[in-house]
């Protein structure tokens, strides 16, 4: 494990005003302000249930290639469902992604007033019918990530000197995005352009990874190199998206990232990331414990819903509504 990404135990800060609150936030500002990139252990997920959505993205991915096609995400306005292997390129100097993925989350009804809004990500799941068992399971997930995403954003506002349940109003009506990936093996005649996914920060809050033995995630320091981020059993990685310098008025860091599946002897590595972002129509602006007297902030207001269509309109040259975040 590289010791520039810290390990930070969440025991005895779990819950609001535990004993260690303070120092996990004083631990969870170091690493903000460098690399945007912690490992958590002590989160509470049984590591029983980690393993068994690995085992259920290994019985997805097996899937024949049709049954998986049947609930292609791009059949649906919120982009949830299966995105076959190359179908995404994150880092646009690189070559299509290695990868296959599957995307699902918090479910809205049809008559939720953001799903009657066109807001992106809000609405209901695709799920194929050879699995009936996968959404119970995928939901008991995201419950456990929802409940580990809103309390790093508890720690994450003591550690900016803001009272603990400050973030807790942008919780109203969340966006949560868990997303299955499976990277087949590193070519062996593959060029320094090809990746299980280019480099690129997300654009959201807090990622939430889960990632197996065969490791291939690097993350590019402050100082331009790129270290592994080594898969350390029974933690997750957690790096903060694209929306956290906003709201921080750039004091954490959001680092680029990449994955290389170069290690896996000729196996496919799985990864689960979890996607927090908060309600849509919250609001983001730099908070005042981040804006030096006299100063104007680096940011200006805008809702989440306009960031991401932000980082789109960044990234595709369009103001359409952003798709799921990488």
């Given at each position: 494990?590289?010791?520039?990404?810290?390990v930070?135990?969440?025991?005895?800060?779990?819950?609001p005003?535990?004993?260690r609150?303070?120092e996990v936030?004083h631990?969870?500002?170091?690493?903000?302000?460098?690399?945007?990139?912690?490992y958590v252990?002590?989160?509470?997920v049984p590591?029983?249930?980690?393993?068994a959505?690995f085992?259920?993205?290994?019985r997805?991915f097996d899937l024949?290639?049709?049954?998986?096609?049947a609930i292609?995400?791009?059949?649906?306005?919120?982009?949830r469902?299966y995105?076959?292997?190359?179908?995404q390129?994150?880092?646009a100097?690189a070559?299509?992604?290695?990868?296959e993925?599957?995307?699902?989350?918090?479910?809205?009804?049809d008559?939720?007033?953001y799903?009657l809004?066109?807001?992106?990500?809000y609405g209901?799941?695709q799920?194929?019918a050879?699995?009936p068992d996968?959404?119970?399971?995928?939901?008991?997930?995201?419950a456990?990530?929802?409940t580990?995403a809103?309390?790093?954003?508890?720690?994450m506002a003591l550690?900016?000197d803001?009272p603990?349940d400050?973030?807790d109003?942008t919780h109203?009506?969340?966006?949560?995005?868990?997303?299955?990936l499976?990277?087949?093996?590193h070519?062996?005649?593959?060029?320094?352009?090809?990746?299980?996914?280019?480099?690129?920060?997300d654009w959201?809050?807090?990622?939430?990874?889960a990632q197996?033995a065969?490791g291939g995630?690097?993350?590019?320091m402050?100082?331009?190199?790129w270290v592994?981020?080594?898969?350390?059993?029974g933690?997750?990685v957690?790096?903060?998206?694209?929306?956290?310098p906003?709201?921080?008025?750039?004091?954490?860091?959001s680092?680029?990232?990449r994955?290389?599946n170069?290690?896996s002897?000729?196996?496919p590595?799985?990864?689960?990331?979890?996607?927090?972002?908060?309600?849509?129509?919250?609001?983001?602006?730099?908070?005042?414990?981040c804006?030096p007297a006299g100063?104007?902030p680096?940011?200006e207001?805008c809702t989440?819903?306009?960031?991401l269509?932000?980082?789109y309109?960044r990234?595709y040259g369009?103001?359409?509504?952003?798709?799921?975040m990488?």
């Amino acid at each position: 494990m590289s010791t520039s990404i810290p390990v930070i135990d969440l025991t005895g800060a779990r819950l609001p005003g535990g004993p260690r609150a303070a120092e996990v936030a004083h631990a969870l500002r170091e690493a903000g302000t460098r690399s945007g990139f912690f490992y958590v252990r002590g989160h509470g997920v049984p590591q029983a249930m980690v393993q068994a959505q690995f085992a259920l993205a290994q019985r997805f991915f097996d899937l024949p290639l049709e049954a998986k096609q049947a609930i292609d995400l791009r059949r649906v306005p919120n982009m949830r469902g299966y995105e076959s292997l190359g179908a995404q390129t994150l880092d646009a100097t690189a070559r299509p992604d290695l990868k296959e993925s599957f995307y699902c989350g918090l479910e809205y009804a049809d008559d939720h007033p953001y799903v009657l809004r066109g807001h992106h990500s809000y609405g209901r799941n695709q799920w194929p019918a050879d699995l009936p068992d996968m959404p119970g399971q995928c939901y008991a997930y995201i419950a456990a990530m929802q409940t580990l995403a809103q309390r790093l954003m508890q720690l994450m506002a003591l550690s900016l000197d803001l009272p603990e349940d400050f973030f807790d109003h942008t919780h109203d009506n969340p966006m949560g995005t868990l997303r299955l990936l499976r990277y087949p093996p590193h070519p062996d005649n593959a060029d320094e352009r090809t990746f299980g996914a280019g480099a690129h920060t997300d654009w959201g809050a807090i990622t939430i990874l889960a990632q197996d033995a065969h490791g291939g995630l690097e993350v590019q320091m402050p100082e331009g190199d790129w270290v592994p981020a080594t898969p350390v059993e029974g933690c997750f990685v957690v790096n903060l998206g694209d929306m956290i310098p906003r709201w921080t008025n750039g004091r954490y860091h959001s680092n680029p990232h990449r994955v290389r599946n170069v290690r896996s002897g000729g196996a496919p590595r799985h990864s689960i990331p979890y996607f927090y972002n908060p309600d849509y129509e919250a609001r983001v602006e730099p908070v005042a414990t981040c804006v030096p007297a006299g100063t104007a902030p680096l940011y200006e207001p805008c809702t989440v819903g306009e960031h991401l269509r932000q980082m789109y309109a960044r990234t595709y040259g369009s103001k359409t509504d952003a798709p799921a975040m990488a």
